[in-house]
């Protein structure tokens, strides 16, 4: 069992940054077809991608980050971040840690991100 622990999210003024942090209770970057990511839920709506960082190979992103948000990762501490800049008002969503170990997935509880004045 994996448990997930987010942090970061908060309300933040069109344009501004936010970072995300999500700290897993295991290791996770051992295996080839582990990796860790980011998903989000407005309301009313379905949770979507936004971006993943694997063990091995490049980072992916969501179409709609268009080059804004940048995810990265700690080994030594288990965590994983989301770097967000320029964020818009349709940015607003709860935002889900996942981890992808061993074939199974594990989420985190959620951190909401308000993107207003």
């Known amino acids: 069992q994996v448990q997930l622990v987010e942090s970061g999210g908060g309300l933040v003024q069109p344009g501004g940054s936010l970072g995300l942090s999500c700290t897993a209770s295991s290791i996770i970057f051992t295996f080839s077809d582990n990796y860790m990511g980011w998903y989000r839920q407005a309301p009313g709506k379905q949770r979507e991608f936004v971006a993943r960082?694997?063990?091995?190979?490049?980072?992916l992103y969501a179409a709609f980050v268009g080059g804004r948000f940048t995810i990265s990762r700690d080994n030594s501490k288990n965590s994983v971040f989301l770097q967000m800049d320029s964020l818009k008002p349709e940015d607003t969503a709860i935002y889900y840690c996942?981890?992808?170990?061993?074939?199974?997935?594990?989420w985190g509880q959620g951190t909401q991100v308000t993107v207003s004045f």
């Open positions: 996942r981890a992808h170990v061993n074939g199974l997935d594990y």
């Open positions: 960082i694997p063990t091995r190979g490049n980072q």
